[in-house]
């Protein structure tokens, strides 16, 4: 039985290389690449392809597609949350918000996470299998073609582990930045990791001028081990040597996201902690007070405590920023419209 493949996995470069191995000219690429970028849900589509080129792709390729099996749109910031419908049947959710500088989308980059941190809604059931290359893509094409305007900025943020999905998630940054594809500047990229060191490494080795954002959420190993077991395997004293290690060979400093959770890791002491911590990294921090998850017990601190956590940091040199919360009247929080779906 032939397993066909989808064109949309395919870097330009391969993509190039296949479509010549057909004995088609290399200029058809680019058509057809466009037209993936484009949308395109089929080949028959792709009129200024020759239908006996299209019948050579058929037999062995497909378009990969996504369904809106649900949208909600904020009455309050216009934030848009999408459940997508992968062909197997597994959900994966998406977010497109408006800032000043243009539409960021938020994108899942695996079906489930099986990194387990305690106030993630999208750990809830673990990692049901990776999204491949095409199926990140089609995340901002699909959102893109749905809202009708360009998306500017892709955070890799949302469902899953991106390093956990190493290979697939660098296809799918160079598809998107691809100057014939969507064009996407790789500094209007941010990935997300709760921290997988090894791959930090790798990723270093690329160089791509994204920006890389740390999932830390604790000031020191007794309170992370607590909230995030990725880190019995990478206590934080690896995790910060990798991240030094990033900073000195890309010269792209790196962005800590912490959530604040009341009683747990919030206190001014915890505040001094982890500007100690990280003051040799000279990241910024983006405080978040934690979204509610039914299954958790965790709730976020009043304004004044949340302030107050902000405040230190600030006063000991530490560049850091309370998030702003948006898509709040749609559950607009990574993994919580697929775990109530589910």
Not at 247 to 267: H, K, M, P, Q, W
Request: some cysteine; proline content about 2%.
């Amino acid at each position: 039985m032939c397993v066909k493949l989808d064109l949309k996995d395919f870097e330009y470069d391969e993509l190039t290389d296949y479509i010549v191995g057909l004995g088609e000219k290399k200029f058809r690429a680019e058509q057809i690449f466009s037209w993936l970028l484009k949308g395109a849900v089929s080949y028959d589509e792709m009129s200024n392809i020759a239908k006996e080129t299209r019948e050579k792709l058929k037999r062995d390729t497909y378009v990969s597609t996504l369904r809106i099996r649900e949208k909600y749109v904020s009455r309050l910031d216009g934030t848009v949350k999408y459940l997508f419908e992968l062909p197997d049947k597994n959900c994966i959710e998406s977010v497109v918000m408006e800032y000043h500088h243009g539409l960021t989308i938020c994108i899942s980059s695996q079906v489930g996470c099986r990194m387990g941190c305690r106030f993630c809604a999208s750990t809830i059931g673990g990692l049901y299998r990776d999204l491949t290359a095409g199926e990140i893509l089609n995340q901002v094409i699909f959102a893109q073609k749905d809202i009708g305007k360009r998306i500017s900025n892709i955070v890799l943020m949302g469902i899953g582990e991106p390093l956990d999905n190493f290979e697939n998630v660098i296809k799918f940054l160079h598809n998107v930045n691809h100057e014939k594809g969507l064009n996407i500047g790789y500094r209007h990229i941010t990935l997300s990791s709760c921290g997988i060191v090894p791959k930090i490494y790798e990723l270093a080795k690329y160089d791509l001028p994204i920006t890389l954002t740390v999932s830390l959420h604790a000031p020191n190993d007794s309170v992370r081990d607590t909230i995030m077991p990725v880190n019995h395997k990478y206590k934080i004293g690896e995790l910060i040597k990798a991240c030094r290690h990033y900073l000195n060979a890309t010269g792209r400093r790196i962005s800590f996201e912490y959530s604040l959770i009341r009683g747990v890791n919030d206190s001014v002491e915890a505040a001094k902690e982890l500007a100690e911590l990280i003051r040799p990294v000279h990241g910024h921090v983006n405080l978040i007070p934690v979204n509610k998850v039914e299954e958790r017990e965790y709730q976020k601190g009043t304004r004044e405590e949340i302030r107050k956590f902000c405040d230190t940091l600030t006063a000991l040199g530490i560049n850091a920023t309370v998030r702003r919360e948006l898509g709040a009247d749609i559950s607009a929080s990574c993994g919580q419209l697929r775990k109530k779906v589910l």
